[in-house]
């Protein structure tokens, strides 16, 4: 491959990336070669990555156990911290069991690719995550894409596909590019109808959505009713690490058949610690759960407001917003106007988001201060006046 070539077509059609060194990511205010930014781009939606009881977990758990799962689960890295952790999972989750991976998309990658077989039908979501489309691909079975969020358009192509293979439908919870959320209702009345097993990633709805935070299942009263339920714990539990939850049998089959279990090192117990003292959290401290909604929602209505173009969501406080301008070098210039401004907001262009969708995802935190929110609304008010009057770059 000729990678200076492809370095350059990426250049010229606005789709370089690089890595930036940025301190203070999980917070609310960041720091940027020696500046300080209103941090719109976070996905610590609780504000759990420091939070005392989570941070007191897993440094007593360094100290105890180590920094190391000294193998994989199956050999010697399923110690106390992780069964407790799988536990506590279960219970929130309102499942049998749960068995936890060192990553989300990790998850993904071992769950699907277990459970599809070569000779399955995968009926997926068009704008799910990469690490779904990915495991899809891993597990070589077929894949039929229906469109996003259309349960109609699904129950044409479930009808249609004649046979005996086995049926999965797979589908994020919450749309991490467009802060929209599947219909679950409906998704789980096709996948009974039609006895295909439902999978659902609900990275961003956990801990954010539902009485108990247990996320979009629970919101829409379906705790426990989904089949086979995947959640990192990267975003709302503020550490790291994957799950999934459902009936004893499927997770002993993922412990047989699941190769990105069998083949990869033990989540380390201090994660676990601090993974499990982040659930309690997420269940004592509700206000937390109900302070990012209303930021949430306060972002978007005043976004609204002042004329620029949101995706819509049927969950209003769902903590991302994303702020569609359409070609990749016009996101570009948002991002950077923002950041003249003092404000980290992504810009997110293709292949994460179709041509012609780039967009800013804005994302909130329950530790968002409102007048900070209040001042990014009127720089946003700034921009979009300028822009409106050909002052726009």
Not at 261 to 283: K, T
Not at 335 to 341: A, D, P, V
Request: proline share 4%; hydrophobic share 45%.
């Amino acid at each position: 491959m000729d990678f200076a070539a492809e370095l350059e077509r990426l250049k010229e059609g606005q789709l370089y990336r690089t890595t930036r060194v940025i301190a203070g990511g999980a917070r609310p205010w960041l720091w940027y070669q020696g500046r300080r930014y209103l941090n719109l781009s976070s996905s610590n939606y609780l504000g759990l990555s420091d939070h005392p009881k989570v941070v007191e977990a897993a440094v007593a758990s360094l100290y105890d156990e180590g920094f190391n799962a000294g193998g994989s689960c199956l050999i010697t890295g399923h110690g106390p911290a992780h069964a407790a952790l799988e536990a506590a999972i279960a219970r929130h989750q309102g499942t049998e069991r749960s068995l936890v991976y060192a990553a989300g998309y990790q998850t993904n990658l071992g769950v699907l690719s277990a459970l599809a077989t070569r000779e399955a039908v995968i009926f997926s979501d068009a704008l799910n995550h990469a690490s779904l489309i990915d495991a899809a691909r891993l597990s070589r079975a077929r894949v039929v894409v229906y469109r996003h969020g259309d349960p109609n358009h699904l129950e044409e192509l479930l009808r249609a596909e004649g046979g005996d293979s086995p049926r999965l439908i797979v589908t994020d919870g919450v749309f991490s590019m467009d802060g929209d959320v599947a219909p679950l209702a409906d998704l789980l009345a096709l996948a009974e109808r039609y006895q295909a097993l439902l999978v659902v990633d609900d990275a961003h709805g956990l801990g954010v959505l539902g009485e108990r935070g247990a996320g979009l299942a629970e919101h829409f009263g379906l705790l426990g009713r989904i089949p086979v339920a995947v959640g990192t714990m990267s975003k709302a539990l503020g550490v790291q690490g994957g799950f999934v939850a459902a009936r004893a049998q499927v997770i002993d089959y993922l412990i047989n058949r699941s190769r990105a279990f069998i083949f990869s090192s033990g989540l380390v117990a201090p994660v676990a610690r601090a993974a499990l003292a982040a659930v309690e959290v997420v269940q004592a401290e509700g206000w937390r759960r109900q302070r990012v909604q209303a930021l949430a929602a306060r972002l978007r209505r005043g976004l609204g407001a002042q004329g620029w173009q949101l995706q819509p969501t049927a969950v209003e406080g769902v903590p991302i917003v994303a702020l569609v301008v359409g070609e990749a070098e016009r996101a570009l210039q948002l991002m950077e106007r923002l950041r003249e401004e003092g404000i980290w907001a992504a810009a997110i262009r293709p292949p994460t988001v179709p041509p012609g969708t780039s967009r800013l995802r804005l994302a909130l935190m329950a530790t968002h201060e409102d007048d900070a929110i209040e001042w990014a609304l009127e720089v946003f008010g700034r921009i979009r006046s300028e822009w409106a009057h050909g002052e726009g770059r």
